[in-house]
């Protein structure tokens, strides 16, 4: 299986700026849905944000609404979530995710990218 890729994660301050990337591999046919689930150390899997590549609409978490943004580059298959005003609960490893449905259930994603490490610092 091809795998998203992401990248662009990082250490930062509080209040801080990142912008993640996602590569989405040519597997947006039929997995039209992609999205950004993180995890901290010992705490189950969040969903962060969501697309499908047939829609324009987008999703949030609440936890998230108004500091981050998804968005898409249609031509080379791409993603990005902007994150803005990070704070230390922002730490996580951020996952970039392909799935048949846009979901904010991060079991309804199969294909998976090897994650980036965001460290916001306080």
């Known amino acids: 299986q091809v795998q998203p890729v992401e990248s662009g994660g990082g250490l930062v301050q509080a209040g801080g700026s990142l912008r993640l990337s996602c590569a989405a591999s040519?597997?947006?046919?039929?997995?039209?849905?992609l999205g950004w689930i993180r995890q901290a150390p010992g705490k189950e899997r969040e969903f962060v944000a969501a697309?499908?590549?047939?829609?324009?609409?987008?999703y949030y978490a609440d936890a998230v609404k108004g500091r981050f943004t998804i968005s898409r580059d249609n031509a080379k298959n791409t993603a990005y979530l902007q994150m803005n005003s990070l704070q230390p609960e922002d730490t996580a490893v951020y996952y970039c995710?392909?799935?048949?449905?846009?979901?904010?259930?991060?079991?309804?994603?199969?294909?998976w990218g090897q994650g980036t490490q965001v460290t916001v610092s306080s």
């Open positions: 040519g597997r947006t046919v039929s997995r039209p849905a």
């Open positions: 995710a392909l799935g048949a449905v846009a979901s904010r259930e991060a079991d309804r994603y199969d294909y």
């Open positions: 697309f499908s590549w047939r829609y324009v609409a987008t």
